[in-house]
């Protein structure tokens, strides 16, 4: 890591910056760039800008290493694997930190971040993908779904920015997810490229965001075919009577039954962008159908029934949603479990923590894009005054 380096990732340097803009900000450092949110007491913005501030502040503090430049799995000194995080955490603050570039448009995180990601790049055959750890401290393995959260976060950041170098980013993920496909049960991806022992909705759902969102880029019919041909498959095979869907197949045909947040999300945003795409209004009342669905089950009461992360994927989609259907009990279902959380579930480190043990990156990065969206979603008066 050279000193310079060292110094634009610093959060001094980012205060720097922005005091020579003489705006008063709230700071967090994704360990490399920097947040612009307004000072919350001055401006009187929402609680969840608040929380934001606060917990972007508590994740530069507890998980980023400043000295050597990466982002640690736990807070604290002690790692129970490896001294820095795996590659999903960075997915997953990869997608947050869009997410507050779109509420925040002076932010600049995601250059700064996905230089920290491209560490974890493995240019191994058949296709160049990311491994789930950093290449110079011996690599690991390569996931499709890792990879395919990275594609869908760099089509996001290219439909808002038009910078191609996201768009390149998302066709390079593309050609490595589809080193995972095969006829074996009659299609789909694996989960993973060196274990093929299942073929999961996680690798499957996001595989077919990844095909829409560059088809929605490109208009190239290749891509949606293969999303077509994706999403047909996770119906015939994996969606569950409730309407939902079951985790994954073995390669010897068994159903794993476990029903997820992100699953749900994946194949109900996969409706709404193939409505997008198709302008087949069926799609939409499938979308609607699982929204329906999905919102008892997962929000019934006021508790989540999974992961932090896990939730905010089937967020995106609830907010996706909002765009062809402006009722808002699906967002409002989720804000009980998430005003649940932020009561009952943070410590006074501002930290996120389950039985008194804070909880690792991918759940806090999972907080963070929740807090964002939240923010957003107030910002434009769709929760405003139902605090």
């Not at 507890?62 to 982002?71: E, I, L, Q, R, T």
């Not at 230089?115 to 493995?122: G, T, V, W």
């Not at 891509?223 to 999403?231: E, F, G, V």
């Not at 501002?350 to 929740?370: Q, R």
Request: hydrophobic content about 35%.
């Amino acid at each position: 890591m050279t000193q310079k380096k060292e110094i634009l990732r610093s959060p001094y340097w980012n205060i720097v910056s922005f005091c020579l803009l003489t705006i008063t900000l709230s700071h967090r450092v994704s360990g490399q760039g920097i947040t612009t949110s307004p000072d919350t007491a001055s401006t009187g913005t929402s609680r969840y800008q608040q929380e934001l501030s606060s917990l972007q502040r508590a994740i530069s503090r507890n998980f980023y290493d400043s000295a050597a430049g990466y982002y640690k799995e736990w807070p604290g000194p002690d790692q129970p694997r490896h001294p820095y995080t795996y590659l999903w955490s960075l997915c997953a603050l990869f997608q947050a930190d869009n997410e507050i570039e779109k509420l925040e448009p002076r932010a600049t995180l995601l250059q700064p971040l996905l230089s920290i990601i491209r560490d974890y790049e493995d240019p191994a055959p058949p296709q160049p993908g990311f491994a789930d750890y950093i290449r110079k401290f011996s690599g690991g393995e390569r996931y499709y779904d890792d990879n395919q959260w990275l594609g869908i976060t760099a089509l996001d950041a290219y439909a808002r920015t038009k910078d191609t170098g996201y768009l390149s980013l998302g066709r390079e993920i593309y050609t490595f997810m589809m080193t995972g496909y095969d006829t074996v049960l009659t299609g789909g991806l694996y989960w993973k490229e060196n274990r093929k022992t299942s073929k999961n909705t996680c690798s499957n759902g996001p595989g077919i965001l990844v095909a829409l969102q560059l088809y929605e880029a490109t208009k190239d019919r290749g891509y949606l075919d293969t999303a077509l041909m994706l999403y047909h498959w996770v119906n015939k095979t994996l969606k569950a009577p409730s309407g939902l869907y079951y985790d994954n197949i073995t390669i010897k045909g068994r159903i794993s039954t476990p029903i997820l947040s992100y699953n749900t999300g994946t194949m109900l945003e996969s409706n709404i962008y193939l409505y997008e795409c198709t302008g087949d209004k069926n799609y939409l009342q499938e979308a609607i159908s699982i929204a329906d669905s999905s919102l008892p089950y997962f929000y019934g009461g006021t508790r989540f029934r999974d992961t932090y992360w896990f939730n905010v994927v089937l967020l995106r989609a609830y907010q996706h949603l909002l765009t062809y259907d402006k009722d808002t009990k699906y967002i409002m279902g989720f804000k009980q479990c998430l005003d649940y959380v932020l009561q009952n579930e943070k410590n006074e480190r501002g930290l996120f923590a389950e039985k008194g043990k804070p909880l690792d990156l991918v759940a806090h990065a999972g907080m963070l894009e929740m807090l964002t969206r939240f923010a957003w979603l107030d910002q434009k008066g769709i929760i405003a005054h139902q605090q």
